[in-house]
C-alpha cells in the first residue's frame, strides 16, 4: 500500500508518519510537505533513511506537483495545513490557500487518479464553541477564527466531492493535540519552553477557556483506525476525553518543572477566543479505538520530552519565531 502524507514534516503528520512505519511493513509512506516555518525535517531524523520512505518538497496548491505525487498513491491523509489560530488572525492569507485551495488541489487529483481513499485531517474548532454538551458529527458548522473557517471551508470542499463526484473521502475532526515535536506556538510546548527558561507564561483573558487535550499518539491511531475502517463519506470526532481550564494546565506544567506561579502573566485576550471546546466521541470509538493516554502521564511525558530534547526546540525559537513572538506578545513585560 502506497500512502501520501501531506504536511508530513509538521507535529501531527511527522508523528504519523513514525506510527505508520512503526506498524505495518507491507506500506511505502510518501511525506508531501513545503516546509513552511513550521515543517521541519529533523522530526523524522530517525526514518529518513528507511527504504520505505520518501520526501517530496512541494506545496499542496501546486497542482503539478500534487498530481505527480498522487500519481500510484492507494490513499492520502492531508494533515497540511496552516494550523496556528493567532497567526489567522493576523495574516489569515495563507489559511485561505493552503486550508481552502490546497485541499481543492488535493480532491481534483484524487478524482483525476482515481485514488481509493482520502482522509481530511480537521479540528473540532469548525464547530465553534459551546459553554455546554459537546457537539456530534451532526453539529452545525459555526466557526470563530480564520483558521477555523479555514478549516470548515476545507471541510465542506470534501463532503461536496463526496456527494457530487462519489469521490472515497473521509474527515476526522480532533481536539487539541499535544506532546513532542509541537512548534513552540501553541500553548504547551509554549509554556513548558518557556517555564525552562524562566520566561513569563502569556495566557490570555482570564485563563478560563476550555480545551480537551488528546495525545498525539492517540490521534495517530484514530486516524489510523478512521483511515482503515471508517465509513466512505463520514466524519469522525476525535478527542482526548481531557476537558481542562488553560489556567489549570499552566499551573500543572510549572509545577511538574518546579517553576513558581510568578511566570504567570494575563494578557490581552485572543479575539474571538473560543470559551470551550468539546466533542462527543461514540461514533470513532464504535470502530474500537480508544484513548491509551492518560493525560496526567502524558503531560508528564511532553514535559521530559522538551526538557530533554533543548537542542530541538531552541534551534526553532529563533529567526522567524523571534519575529513572531515580538509581535504577537508585544505587551508583555
Ligand atoms: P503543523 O503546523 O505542526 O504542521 C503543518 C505542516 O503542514 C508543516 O509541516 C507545514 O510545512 C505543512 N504545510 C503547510 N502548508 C503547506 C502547503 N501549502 N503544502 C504542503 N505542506 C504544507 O500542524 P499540526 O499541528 O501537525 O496539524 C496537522 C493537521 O491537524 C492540520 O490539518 C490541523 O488543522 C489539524 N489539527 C491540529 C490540531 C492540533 O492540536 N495541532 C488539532 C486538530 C486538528
Ligand atoms: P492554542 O495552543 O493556540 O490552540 P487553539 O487555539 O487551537 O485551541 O491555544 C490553546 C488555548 O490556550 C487557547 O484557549 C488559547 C490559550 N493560549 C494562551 O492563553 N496563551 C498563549 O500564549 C497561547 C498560544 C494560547
Not at 301 to 306: C, E, L, M, Q, S
Amino acid at each position: 500500500m502506497r500512502i501520501v502524507v501531506t504536511g508530513g514534516a509538521g507535529f501531527i503528520g511527522s508523528n504519523f508518519v513514525r506510527y505508520l512505519l512503526g506498524k505495518y511493513d507491507d506500506l511505502e509512506v510518501v511525506n508531501l510537505d513545503k516546509l513552511t516555518y513550521a515543517g521541519n525535517l529533523e522530526n523524522l531524523r530517525d526514518v529518513e533513511d528507511d527504504a520505505r520512505y520518501a520526501f517530496v518538497k512541494g506545496d499542496i496548491c501546486d497542482a503539478a506537483v500534487v498530481r505527480a505525487t498522487l500519481d500510484g498513491a492507494d490513499a492520502v491523509v492531508n494533515f497540511a495545513a496552516e494550523t496556528h489560530v493567532d497567526r489567522s488572525i493576523s495574516g489569515p492569507q495563507d489559511f485561505i490557500s493552503t486550508d481552502v485551495l490546497g485541499t481543492h488541489t488535493l480532491l481534483e487529483a484524487v478524482r483525476e487518479l482515481d485514488v481509493k481513499r482520502y482522509l481530511q485531517i480537521s479540528t473540532d474548532e469548525v464547530y465553534g464553541s459551546t459553554e455546554t454538551g459537546s457537539f456530534t458529527e451532526e453539529s452545525d458548522l459555526a466557526p470563530s477564527s480564520p483558521y477555523s473557517a479555514s478549516k470548515a471551508g476545507g471541510d465542506l470542499q470534501v463532503l461536496a466531492y463526496y456527494r457530487t463526484y462519489g469521490t472515497p473521502v473521509l474527515i476526522t475532526r480532533s481536539s487539541n493535540n499535544y506532546g513532542g515535536w509541537q512548534y513552540p506556538e501553541k500553548i504547551i510546548p509554549l509554556f513548558i519552553t518557556n517555564a525552562i527558561d524562566d520566561q513569563a507564561l502569556p495566557v490570555y483573558g482570564d485563563g478560563l477557556n476550555v480545551r480537551d487535550w488528546l495525545h498525539v499518539e492517540d490521534n495517530c491511531s484514530a486516524v489510523d483506525a478512521v483511515l482503515h475502517e471508517g465509513e466512505l463519506g463520514e466524519v469522525y470526532n476525535i478527542g482526548g476525553g481531557n476537558e481542562v481550564r488553560n489556567l489549570a494546565l499552566t499551573r500543572r506544567i510549572l509545577e511538574l518543572l518546579g517553576k513558581g506561579e510568578d511566570l504567570i502573566r494575563y494578557v490581552v485576550d485572543r479575539p474571538g477566543h473560543d470559551r470551550r471546546y468539546s466533542i462527543d466521541c461514540a461514533k470513532v470509538r464504535a470502530l474500537g479505538w480508544e484513548p491509551a493516554v492518560d493525560f496526567e502521564d502524558g503531560l508528564e511525558r511532553t514535559v521530559a520530552w522538551y526538557r530533554d530534547n533543548p537542542d530541538w526546540w531552541r534551534r526553532l525559537k529563533s529567526g522567524e519565531w523571534r519575529e513572531y513572538y515580538a509581535q504577537q506578545y508585544s505587551g508583555l513585560a
